[in-house]
């Protein structure tokens, strides 16, 4: 299939302030490219490019004073084929794993291992390693969150979801992602497009998405501990520890996001 996606945001600055932006589509996703994909900026700004830790496509740039519009349109090849579903992805022995993953079986600012390693272990520790326990981590999370757009809070932690019981899809992944690492299993944050592209339309206006992914039997494999079932469709823009490495922006100063707006449609 092919997939019309992009976004236009608006951000009013009161004085020069510096941004780093994970706005673009992630690398790996560049080769299904069918036109351009790039930030477009309706003010004369200097912004420069960089690949961060984590691998992403980011952006630095200056805001001037006042509103400053970023926006970007492409069309992108996607195969249509749902996410990959591996019942036999064993679990690693933890010293069997590359070196570069062990940072997500750490604790981060949103993932507070700390405060929910007891309680995983209490749920989880009967159910056999490997693709069921992520799948029951994530049936867990599906179950234990209710969403609702108006109870978001950016700082909301994955022990804050699980004791408040809702939140949005950042913060299922985060509770899915914490008890993952809780197991031993190594997890990192995703963000990207996610349309209503194969499963029925809601009317809520059409925002970015979070998912997950699980380091099971040398691959990285997608998970959604939100809608709780292969999607197809998915655009990934970025991955890291939380969502505090892959922000769609992270201002030096003060900032408002004056306008939002998303479209990811099926050509």
Same mark, same amino acid.
């Given at each position: 299939?092919?997939?019309?996606?992009?976004?236009?945001?608006?951000?009013?600055?009161?004085?020069?302030?510096?941004?780093?932006?994970?706005?673009?589509?992630?690398?790996?996703?560049?080769?299904?490219?069918?036109?351009?994909?790039?930030?477009?900026?309706?003010?004369?700004?200097?912004?420069?490019?960089?690949?961060?830790?984590?691998?992403?496509?980011?952006? @630095?740039?200056?805001?001037? /004073?006042? #509103?400053?519009?970023?926006?970007?349109?492409? $069309? +992108?090849?996607?195969?249509?084929? %749902? =996410?990959?579903?591996?019942?036999?992805?064993?679990?690693?022995?933890?010293?069997?794993?590359?070196?570069?993953?062990?940072?997500?079986?750490?604790?981060?600012?949103?993932?507070?291992?700390?405060?929910?390693?007891?309680?995983?272990?209490?749920?989880?520790?009967?159910?056999?390693?490997?693709?069921?326990?992520?799948?029951?981590?994530?049936?867990?999370?599906?179950?234990?969150?209710?969403?609702?757009?108006?109870?978001?809070?950016?700082?909301?932690?994955?022990?804050?979801?699980?004791?408040?019981?809702?939140?949005?899809?950042?913060?299922?992944?985060?509770?899915?992602?914490?008890?993952? @690492?809780?197991?031993?299993? /190594?997890? #990192?944050?995703?963000?990207?497009?996610?349309? $209503? +592209?194969?499963?029925?339309?809601? %009317? =809520?206006?059409?925002?970015?998405?979070?998912?997950?992914?699980?380091?099971?039997?040398?691959?990285?494999?997608?998970?959604?501990?939100?809608?709780?079932?292969?999607?197809?469709?998915?655009?990934?823009?970025?991955?890291?520890?939380?969502?505090?490495?892959?922000?769609?922006?992270?201002?030096?100063?003060?900032?408002?996001?004056?306008?939002?707006?998303?479209?990811?449609?099926?050509?």
């Amino acid at each position: 299939m092919k997939i019309h996606a992009g976004f236009t945001l608006g951000y009013d600055c009161f004085q020069p302030t510096p941004m780093l932006l994970v706005l673009n589509i992630h690398p790996s996703r560049r080769v299904d490219l069918l036109t351009d994909q790039v930030l477009s900026f309706d003010r004369p700004i200097e912004s420069w490019n960089y690949v961060d830790g984590f691998g992403n496509s980011c952006t @630095r740039i200056i805001a001037p /004073p006042g #509103r400053t519009t970023i926006s970007t349109r492409f $069309d +992108i090849y996607d195969t249509g084929l %749902p =996410d990959v579903t591996n019942w036999d992805a064993r679990q690693h022995e933890i010293q069997d794993l590359p070196d570069e993953v062990l940072v997500y079986l750490l604790g981060s600012r949103y993932c507070d291992t700390d405060k929910l390693g007891d309680f995983a272990w209490g749920q989880f520790g009967h159910v056999p390693k490997g693709w069921g326990l992520v799948q029951a981590i994530c049936d867990f999370a599906h179950a234990r969150i209710a969403f609702n757009y108006q109870n978001a809070r950016s700082t909301r932690s994955a022990h804050d979801g699980f004791t408040e019981m809702t939140g949005v899809c950042r913060d299922f992944a985060h509770l899915a992602i914490t008890l993952c @690492r809780c197991m031993n299993i /190594p997890a #990192r944050y995703c963000t990207g497009y996610l349309g $209503d +592209i194969g499963v029925p339309k809601v %009317p =809520d206006p059409m925002d970015f998405s979070a998912w997950f992914q699980a380091y099971l039997g040398g691959h990285w494999y997608t998970f959604d501990a939100r809608h709780n079932k292969p999607r197809i469709g998915r655009i990934l823009m970025a991955t890291g520890r939380d969502a505090t490495d892959v922000a769609l922006s992270t201002n030096f100063g003060p900032a408002n996001l004056a306008h939002f707006e998303v479209v990811t449609t099926e050509m």
